[in-house]
């Protein structure tokens, strides 16, 4: 037990330290296609991590459970969302195309 709880206290601290350099990031970086991936890439793996420290800290059925649900939640809408803020970026001319290495919506 001492060693799950070092172990889970370890992903709690790392999961919100990463989830912070997201939001520093979303506040610093300049321009969409850089914070889309400093909200998305660094917050799902924080998030993940403070889910599986919880999991380590509590170890009831009920409570890894509702943590599974949060955390299926989290990967299945992180992405979807961070398409669709690029793809808006997109259309409305906010992004900077001479960033793009490929772009595959320049024919539409």
């Known amino acids: 037990m001492l060693i799950a709880d070092w172990l889970g206290g370890f992903c709690l601290l790392a999961g919100a330290l990463l ?3 997201a939001g520093i990031g979303v506040l610093r970086f300049p321009d969409v296609l850089a914070r889309m991936h ?11 991590l403070l889910l599986i420290g919880l999991a380590l800290r509590l170890r009831t059925p009920s409570d890894l459970g509702m943590i599974a ?4 939640f989290q990967l299945a809408t992180a992405p979807v969302a961070a398409q669709m803020i690029g793809r808006a ?3 409305s001319g906010r992004i900077d195309r001479e960033l793009l290495d490929v772009d595959e919506l320049s024919g539409r």
């Open 89 to 91: 970026a997109y259309r």
């Open 19 to 21: 989830s912070l350099v």
């Open 69 to 72: 649900l949060v955390a299926v």
């Open 38 to 48: 400093a909200a998305t890439k660094p917050q799902v793996l924080g998030v993940l």
